[in-house]
């Protein structure tokens, strides 16, 4: 079975310039997050969302950055602009909840940003 | 937010002895997961844990679930060069929201 993909792995671009990253979570799991990981630190929640919903996304700086799930599948995280601050690892996860059952969730590779 | 105390930060072991690394947190939580994350990749899930008390193996990793429900400790046995790496808690608190510690970097001399 598939992992969660995510592209690109590796991004270098000029601040207040744009960004999107892509991720196609495993197959048949209806939640998906977005994580930032820093330096030498565990990974912090950007969003959540069930299905097409974005259930969670209190610690996404909304002025700058947007995300989408169309369909309930694939999803984008965009940056715009980046700003030197914005240089993490950009991670991918996704679980499958039914009801109240515990979830687990799966990550993706992830997604170097360089903020120059 | 809810805070992760995860120990030690780093680790520096010789091959063939046992570890140990844990995770406290200010909350309670009702999952509790443990990752290894290898350089330029995402975590990996090693064990998850869904009740208080529960105690899983998975290979030479054994992990458990804490009693107040507010801390889990993750052994591995008789280490072996590939288990460098890091290490990281998560706990899922109130509203499905996961929290992650801070890791802890394994390194083993053969």
């Known amino acids: 079975e598939a992992g969660v993909v995510q592209s690109p792995r590796y991004k270098i671009i000029e601040k207040k310039q744009p960004v999107a990253f892509w991720c196609n979570p495993i197959?048949?799991?209806?939640?998906l997050y977005w994580y930032r990981q820093n330096l030498g630190q565990g990974p912090e929640l950007l969003i959540r969302?069930?299905?097409?919903?974005?259930?969670?996304d209190s610690q996404l700086p909304k002025d700058r950055f947007s995300a989408e799930r169309l369909k309930g599948v694939d999803s984008t995280l965009k940056i715009q602009p980046a700003e030197l601050g914005d240089s993490a690892v950009y991670l991918c996860?996704?679980?499958?909840?039914?009801?109240?059952?515990?979830?687990?969730?799966?990550f993706g590779p992830g997604t170097r940003l360089t903020v120059l | 937010g809810q805070q992760l105390n995860q120990s030690p930060q780093s680790m520096f072991i010789q091959e063939g002895e046992d570890v140990s690394m844990n995770c406290t947190s200010s909350?309670?939580?009702?999952?509790w997961l443990w990752y290894k994350q290898d350089p330029g990749e995402g975590p990996v899930l090693l064990i998850a844990?869904?009740?208080?008390?529960e105690l899983t193996s998975n290979g030479r990793l054994t992990a458990q679930f804490g009693i107040t429900r507010k801390d889990s400790f993750l052994n591995i046995s008789a280490s072996i060069p590939s288990d460098v790496g890091i290490y990281f808690c998560?706990?899922?608190?109130?509203?499905?929201?996961?929290?992650f510690g801070s890791g802890t970097k394994l390194n083993v001399k053969p």
């Open positions: 996860a996704s679980s499958f909840r039914q009801g109240l059952a515990a979830d687990t969730q799966y």
């Open positions: 197959s048949g799991h209806n939640t």
């Open positions: 969302y069930e299905n097409e919903e974005a259930v969670d």
């Open positions: 909350s309670i939580f009702n999952t």
């Open positions: 844990l869904y009740k208080a008390g």
């Open positions: 998560a706990g899922r608190g109130n509203f499905n929201k996961f929290y």
